[in-house]
């Protein structure tokens, strides 16, 4: 089966970076799945799971936005903030929560909207991770 290059790089660390047959990617404009030789294309990332599927099996990480790069033989995630799923614990959870209600009550009127759309996909990750 053909595979491709993954990295998963955040500010703190790189997370990953191995030879995967398919990455799930939690999209701004929707989910997509990028397998080996997919269109050359960039994306932003809104809070989700994202997924890679590889001869070590499946692996999940939670990023809270960022950039997606993928160019036919490689997928390219730089995240905002990542971290493998297990890894993400009850204060976690909290603390961005907290940094995400105190940006939306912060937000302006042109950027309400967007605010309210994170924190809502953000709130929605979460709850479904830790099971809240």
């Given at each position: 089966?053909?595979?491709?290059?993954?990295?998963?790089?955040?500010?703190?660390?790189?997370?990953?970076?191995?030879e995967?047959?398919?990455?799930?990617?939690?999209?701004?404009?929707?989910?997509?799945?990028?397998?080996?030789?997919?269109s050359?294309?960039?994306?932003?990332?809104?809070?989700?799971?994202?997924?890679?599927?590889?001869a070590?099996?499946?692996?999940?990480?939670?990023?809270?936005g960022?950039?997606?790069?993928?160019a036919?033989?490689?997928?390219?995630?730089?995240?905002?903030?990542?971290?493998?799923?297990?890894?993400?614990t009850?204060?976690?959870?909290?603390?961005?929560?907290?940094?995400?209600?105190?940006?939306?009550?912060?937000?302006?009127?042109?950027?309400?909207?967007?605010?309210?759309?994170?924190?809502?996909?953000?709130?929605?990750t979460?709850?479904?991770?830790?099971?809240?």
């Amino acid at each position: 089966m053909a595979t491709m290059q993954f990295d998963l790089v955040s500010p703190e660390r790189r997370l990953a970076s191995m030879e995967v047959t398919e990455v799930q990617i939690p999209g701004a404009d929707g989910d997509l799945t990028a397998m080996p030789d997919h269109s050359p294309m960039i994306t932003t990332l809104r809070p989700g799971v994202l997924k890679v599927s590889g001869a070590e099996g499946e692996k999940s990480y939670f990023v809270t936005g960022g950039f997606a790069d993928i160019a036919g033989p490689s997928a390219t995630i730089l995240a905002e903030r990542a971290m493998p799923v297990e890894e993400v614990t009850g204060e976690i959870v909290e603390e961005l929560i907290k940094a995400s209600e105190e940006q939306k009550s912060a937000a302006s009127d042109g950027a309400a909207d967007a605010a309210a759309k994170y924190h809502a996909d953000l709130t929605m990750t979460l709850d479904a991770i830790v099971g809240r």
